[in-house]
């Protein structure tokens, strides 16, 4: 069995709901709804330079992308500073009743390869 889960932070700014919790109000019974049920999620990572300048003119790139991932709130919302509200959230990717792995997620890595050899055992 695989897994594959993501952890994240999501942040908005919100001056109205940053003063009601500044002031005391409960964060934990507001209405808050990020919409994040189930959605296709693609991280990247990617260097601040090219590889290789002048030779190689694009970056070190890496990616994940899921195409079903379930979310849900790890925590109550809270303050983060200048009107910032922040919602800890755990991702769990959800295989695809396809079967096929593709459906489940991908790793896609860019760089100055243009291909690599999976060994078969």
């Not at 209405?31 to 330079?49: A, D, G, H, Q, W």
């Not at 590889?51 to 709130?73: C, E, S």
């Amino acid at each position: 069995m695989r897994t594959l889960t993501f952890e994240a932070t999501y942040k908005w700014k919100d001056a109205e709901l940053y003063r009601y919790a500044y002031n005391g109000g409960n964060l934990t019974s507001a209405v808050i709804n990020p919409c994040l049920s189930f959605k296709n999620t693609v991280l990247t990572v990617e260097s601040p330079c090219n590889i290789d300048p002048g030779t190689i003119d694009f970056p070190w790139k890496l990616q994940v992308v899921a195409p079903n991932v379930r979310w849900r709130m790890q925590g109550p919302p809270q303050l983060a500073g200048d009107e910032l509200i922040q919602l800890g959230l755990v991702g769990t990717a959800i295989e695809a009743d396809s079967g096929d792995p593709e459906d489940y997620f991908q790793f896609i890595l860019d760089n100055e390869v243009a291909a690599y050899a999976i060994p078969s055992a």
